[in-house]
């Protein structure tokens, strides 16, 4: 049975250690079962402060295929568009979708990688 999704806090929300620190970047955050990912290009809390919300399995899910290089039919797709910009959504559904940058992109799959994003690395 899950838990009743978390509100996260803006300080729960981290990026690819890749990321350049001046710059935005994609930010996950995971707590209780729960995983959300957000572009901090926008402001947190704001109104177009969209997010992407998975269950632990489903994004660990995803993380194991990306580290596998086996991403479709899992929880989150990319797809890069003609101007290449990269769209984040979740699979299967018409709505929230996050914009990045290549290089944005490269740094979260550094990350993924580098399992930075795993359970375990929250736990710190």
């Known amino acids: ?3 009743t999704r978390p509100t996260f806090a803006e300080v729960e929300f981290r990026k ?12 996950v955050a995971r707590r209780n079962g729960w995983v959300e990912l957000r572009d901090d290009k926008t402001t947190f809390g704001a109104a177009d402060d969209h997010r992407l919300v998975f269950t632990a399995e489903e994004f660990d899910a995803y993380l194991v295929g990306s580290r596998a290089g086996e991403t479709g039919g899992l929880c989150l797709e990319i797809t890069r568009r003609e101007d290449g910009i990269h769209l984040f959504r979740r699979s299967g559904w018409a709505g929230v979708e996050l914009a990045f940058t290549e290089a944005e992109v490269a740094a979260f799959q550094d990350g993924v990688a580098k399992h930075e994003f795993d359970a375990i690395a929250y736990a710190a």
Do not use: I, L, Y
């Open 1 to 3: 049975m899950k838990t």
């Open 16 to 27: 690819a250690t890749r990321s350049d620190p001046e710059k935005q970047c994609v930010r």
